[in-house]
C-alpha cells in the first residue's frame, strides 16, 4: 500500500480543508478540534442522552426513520469545511466517507440512497455533498447507491427554522420509487432530523421497510460536545475493491 506521504504528495496544491492554510490536507490546528459524538446515545436518533435510551425527546416527533448516526459534531473547523463543500470550493468527499467509516459502524442495509440537491442551488454551486458522500460510502461499505428519492417541489432554506417550522416547510417536499427494504439515507448535516425523516416518509410510502440516517455531522444544539476522533488524524487506505487511494483528498 503507498505511504500516507506519497498520497498526499499527489493531491496539489495541499491545502488544510478547514482553513484553506496551505500545507496538508488537514493542518495540525484543524484536525484535533474534530469532535465525535461520544456514547451514550439515543438507540434511535443517535442524540447524546445520560443514559441509553431506546428513543428521547430529540426525536419524538420523528416518526419514519429506524435509526440516525453521525460521525462528527458540526463544532471546530468543521462547519468551515461543510460551508466551503456546499459552496463548492472543495469536494472533501473521501475524507468525510474515511470519517464516517471510522466513526460509524456499517448499517445492515441493501443500498444507499442520499437526500436530493435543491435543483438550483445544485446548479449555482456545483456541488451535492450528500450524493458525493453516498457514492464514497457505497466504495466503503461495498453498497450500490440507487437515486430514489426527488423532491416535488422547491423549498426555503431551513437555516434560522426551528424544529416545527422545519417539518412544516419539508412536509410533502419528497417522492420517492420502490427499492430495496433496507435502505441508509445519506446527508450532509442532522440538524433536527425534519428533512430526513420526511425523506425517509417517502421511502417508507414506497416500500422501504427500514431507513438508517447516516451524516457526516450533527448540530450541537445543546452545545455539547464529545471526545476527539480516536488517533486524531486519518490513516492512508485501500477500497474492498483493492484500488489505493488518498482518503483525504480535499481539492477539485
Given at each position: 500500500m ?9 493531491a496539489?496544491?495541499?491545502?488544510c480543508?478547514a ?41 419524538k ?5 429506524t ?6 459534531w458540526?463544532?471546530g ?10 459552496r ?17 459502524a456499517?448499517p ?30 457505497g466504495h ?6 440507487v437515486?430514489?428519492v426527488?423532491r ?6 431551513q437555516?434560522?427554522l ?29 440538524t ?10 417517502a ?7 427500514e ?9 450541537p ?32
Amino acid at each position: 500500500m503507498p505511504s500516507l506521504a506519497s498520497l498526499i504528495r499527489l493531491a496539489l496544491p495541499r491545502r488544510c480543508v478547514a482553513c484553506r492554510r496551505p500545507g496538508e490536507w488537514m493542518c495540525d490546528e484543524c484536525g484535533p478540534q474534530m469532535r465525535a459524538l461520544a456514547r451514550p446515545l439515543c438507540a434511535r436518533c443517535g442524540a447524546p442522552t445520560e443514559l441509553a435510551v431506546p428513543a428521547c425527546r430529540a426525536c419524538k416527533s420523528l416518526r419514519w426513520f429506524t435509526s440516525a448516526r453521525s460521525a462528527l459534531w458540526l463544532s471546530g473547523p468543521v462547519p468551515s469545511l461543510v460551508a466551503g463543500w456546499k459552496r463548492g470550493d472543495i469536494s472533501p468527499r473521501r475524507l468525510a466517507a474515511a470519517l464516517v467509516a471510522h466513526e460509524l459502524a456499517q448499517p445492515a442495509v441493501d443500498a444507499l440512497v442520499s437526500v436530493p440537491a435543491v435543483r438550483d442551488r445544485h446548479l449555482r454551486r456545483g456541488a451535492d455533498p450528500p450524493a458525493e458522500l453516498a457514492v464514497e460510502l457505497g466504495h466503503w461499505w461495498e453498497l450500490p447507491v440507487v437515486p430514489l428519492v426527488t423532491r416535488t417541489r422547491d423549498v426555503r432554506p431551513q437555516r434560522g427554522l426551528d424544529a416545527s417550522a422545519r417539518r412544516r416547510n419539508v412536509s410533502g417536499a419528497f417522492a420517492a420509487r420502490a427499492g430495496p427494504a433496507r435502505l441508509a439515507l445519506v446527508d450532509d448535516v442532522y440538524t433536527t432530523g425534519a428533512t430526513v425523516d420526511e425523506c425517509a416518509r417517502a421511502l417508507r410510502a414506497a416500500g422501504a421497510r427500514e431507513v438508517h440516517v447516516i451524516t457526516f455531522a450533527r448540530t450541537p444544539l445543546d452545545r455539547t460536545f464529545a471526545r476527539a476522533p480516536p488517533h486524531g488524524r486519518l490513516q492512508a487506505t485501500t477500497y474492498p475493491s483493492g484500488e489505493a487511494r488518498d482518503a483525504t483528498s480535499g481539492e477539485r
